[in-house]
């Protein structure tokens, strides 16, 4: 499994923006273009670099297409991909397995959300101490194992996140009879929580920051 991230920030500077711009597709371009926030269109792009950077490094000419559910992938291609962002940071995982990817920035004022979405173990959890920020990680842990799952199995949201548990009272996190399934969390920069969900027997994870396009 190979992960990749990115920082929004390289695009702020014009030079580099224009660069990125005539590296990603056409599809990617149009794409940015709708969104009227700026940072929007940097993490549109960023996605696009990141994207770019597998099908040099995995050798993929295949055109992406995008199943029913939304989940995009490789036509013709045993490489599975996924891409998530939040604030400056877009990141993405590959793997020879399903996989699914998400990143979070540590956020205040999250009791509310907890509430409506995660089970009352998990409030628990969060609620069990009473520094601040974290409390806040906790929720961002929770957060970013339970989306990254559901991005593996391709349905998205359409499962609520209270529907199932997440277990973190082992050595890593797990979805409470699943398994079959791998977690990984990493914490990015200071303020962000990525979390990738993969088969179990993917063992191995590299990581690498992707800054010259």
């Not at 990125?20 to 700026?38: C, E, G, I, Q």
């Not at 601040?132 to 609520?160: A, H, M």
């Not at 200071?190 to 027997?201: E, G």
Request: proline share 2%.
């Amino acid at each position: 499994m190979k992960i990749y991230y990115f920082s929004i920030n390289n695009l702020r500077i014009q030079e580099n923006y224009q660069k990125a711009k005539s590296l990603v597709d056409a599809d990617r371009l149009l794409k940015a273009d709708k969104y009227k926030n700026s940072d929007d269109k940097l993490r549109c792009i960023g996605a696009g670099l990141l994207i770019r950077k597998i099908r040099s490094d995995f050798k993929i000419k295949d055109k992406i297409l995008v199943d029913k559910y939304g989940k995009p992938y490789f036509e013709n291609n045993r490489v599975y991909f996924n891409i998530s962002h939040s604030g400056t940071y877009v990141v993405a995982a590959v793997s020879e397995y399903n996989v699914g990817i998400d990143i979070q920035k540590i956020v205040p004022d999250i009791h509310r959300v907890a509430e409506r979405n995660f089970l009352p173990s998990e409030c628990e959890y969060i609620n069990r101490t009473e520094v601040d920020n974290e409390r806040r990680q906790r929720f961002c842990e929770i957060w970013t194992v339970k989306e990254s799952y559901l991005k593996n199995i391709g349905i998205g949201l359409r499962k609520p996140l209270n529907s199932f548990e997440v277990d973190l009272t082992g050595t890593s996190p797990q979805i409470v009879g699943k398994k079959e399934y791998r977690f990984v969390q990493v914490k990015l920069a200071r303020y962000y929580i990525v979390a990738i969900c993969t088969d179990i027997k993917d063992e191995e994870m590299n990581v690498e920051e992707v800054n010259t396009f």
